[in-house]
């Protein structure tokens, strides 16, 4: 009889719940893209088997804890015991189809690993110089970044001002930008939070780049402007933040193991304005980690992120 109302499981019926277009092995385990948490695949049964009320129990288990760490509930559906026979159960395939379409989202998110920062000095005699720096996140796999992301896992950049060692406006004003650029949030699977700062002119805030979004060339997320308020010779300075890749490493549609973030602080000619003073100042990056949670029962599959 077909798994429907009031009919019992085939083999073939509990393999479709498994490996059938977007099914539960494609969210829970190696997935592709952006789905799979990277979670031990459940295994299919040989046609004509009988699926035991254990591995009945089991997928329904499974798939509670996806709908817990999706929205901090399960799908209400009941594990059977040894003994109960195997029938329809509604909750099942439709939580299957529902834990996939939300397979990005998750109602908690576990522990963060605040990054001791790195210190740049952009120092320059006549203050018209591009200063560049970078910060890498790597991941020990292709497969790994994914779950990371996919599980709900982050990276934020904070930029923080810090001396101006020169005392000049210049100085001043590059510190400014810094502040009011403030860093990228919410840096995940699909798109991010934008700066973390206010105030100057804000001339890019690109809300839709995330890891699946990344190519081998700079993107840029952020770019502030000086706004001519404050120290109006300098308005072609700016601050950017952009990202890229080391581009796909794997065979599951990842995007790269490898995100680095490129910091560009530009003091620019002043078009005439006779106030090219020296730049000498110094501000810290920190690039901190926030990871996937596992308290609804996901196994951590992504292991740990190196920064750099």
């Not at 393999?15 to 893209?33: C, D, E, M, Q, R």
């Not at 109006?232 to 796909?248: E, H, L, M, Q, W």
């Not at 490493?249 to 973030?261: F, K, L, V």
């Not at 620019?268 to 308290?295: C, H, K, Q």
Request: proline content about 1%; aromatic content about 8%.
């Amino acid at each position: 009889m077909a798994y429907e109302a009031g009919g019992l499981i085939s083999a073939t019926d509990y393999n479709n719940l498994l490996n059938g277009s977007n099914k539960f092995n494609t969210v829970w385990s190696t997935g592709t893209g952006d789905a799979g948490y990277g979670q031990t695949a459940v295994t299919t049964k040989t046609a004509g088997d009988i699926v035991s009320a254990t591995e009945w129990a089991s997928l329904i288990n499974k798939l509670n804890i996806v709908r817990t760490h999706q929205t901090g509930a399960g799908t209400g559906v009941v594990a059977v015991v040894t003994g109960d026979l195997i029938e329809y159960q509604s909750g099942v395939d439709t939580g299957i189809d529902t834990a996939y379409t939300q397979r990005l989202t998750f109602n908690a998110q576990g522990t963060t690993t605040t990054d001791a920062g790195t210190t740049h000095n952009p120092v320059d005699a006549d203050g018209i110089a591009t200063f560049t720096f970078t910060r890498t996140a790597t991941f020990a796999s292709a497969d790994q970044a994914r779950y990371f992301f996919n599980a709900g896992g982050e990276l934020n950049l904070a930029l923080t001002a810090g001396a101006n060692t020169g005392g000049t406006s210049r100085g001043a004003q590059a510190l400014a930008m810094v502040t009011a650029c403030g860093g990228i949030q919410d840096f995940r699977a699909n798109d991010n939070g934008g700066r973390t700062g206010t105030g100057e002119t804000e001339t890019t805030n690109d809300l839709t780049i995330g890891y699946y979004d990344l190519t081998t060339s700079n993107q840029i997320i952020s770019r502030v402007d000086e706004s001519g308020a404050a120290y109006t010779p300098y308005t072609a300075d700016f601050i950017s933040v952009g990202v890229k890749s080391n581009g796909a490493q794997g065979a599951n549609g990842d995007t790269g193991t490898i995100i680095t973030w490129t910091i560009t602080l530009e003091a620019a000619a002043t078009g005439g304005g006779g106030f090219n003073d020296n730049i000498d100042v110094n501000f810290t990056s920190a690039l901190n980690v926030t990871y996937p949670e596992t308290a609804s029962g996901l196994s951590n599959t992504w292991g740990t992120v190196t920064i750099g």
